[in-house]
């Protein structure tokens, strides 16, 4: 009789845990892909065990014309879990930055995650880049001009090249 209880008891456990009452995935890693919708199946949870946040610090091109017109110029933000931060000095990973971004769910306080400095846009949002989060100029079928790189290159060395004629 016992045996039976206990058999009983597991099938049941099997049914309900498998029936999907819970659709989250716990993500124990830095950079592993992160949910922003409650309704997705299955549900990417950072793990709170690691301080884990699901933040945006970076966009990719939509390539597909007709989805790029649902995201802001084309650019879709990429969620994914990184350490929480406040500074630097949080950051174990040689290399990390505290990297402010948008974070959805639990943010412990804190506004921002370790991330490569190559992946964090908002330390990329210069005047030179017009604010463009990085992001590079539209090709405008011209050449870029690398006179002051020439120039610089130039001030320190001997013209040692023989002049051409005038006119030519």
Do not use: W
Not at 25 to 39: F, K, L, M, V
Not at 135 to 158: C, Q
């Amino acid at each position: 009789m016992r045996f039976v209880i206990v058999l009983v008891f597991f099938a049941v456990s099997l049914s309900i845990g498998g029936s999907g009452c819970s659709k989250a995935q716990i993500r124990a890693y830095e950079s592993h892909a992160c949910s922003t919708n409650g309704d997705d199946d299955p549900l990417y949870v950072c793990s709170p065990a690691f301080d884990l946040v699901c933040i945006n610090t970076y966009h990719v091109m939509v390539t597909n014309p007709q989805e790029a017109k649902k995201f802001d110029g084309g650019l879709r933000p990429v969620y994914v879990c990184r350490l929480a931060c406040s500074t630097k000095t949080d950051c174990p990973q040689a290399g990390d930055v505290c990297c402010e971004g948008a974070i959805y769910g639990k943010d412990y306080g804190k506004k921002a995650g370790c991330a490569p400095a190559g992946l964090c846009e908002s330390m990329r949002i210069t005047e030179e880049d017009g604010g463009n989060m990085g992001t590079p100029p539209p090709d405008t079928g011209t050449a870029p001009s690398d006179a002051g790189a020439d120039a610089a290159r130039d001030a320190g060395a001997p013209d040692t090249a023989p002049d051409a004629p005038a006119g030519q």
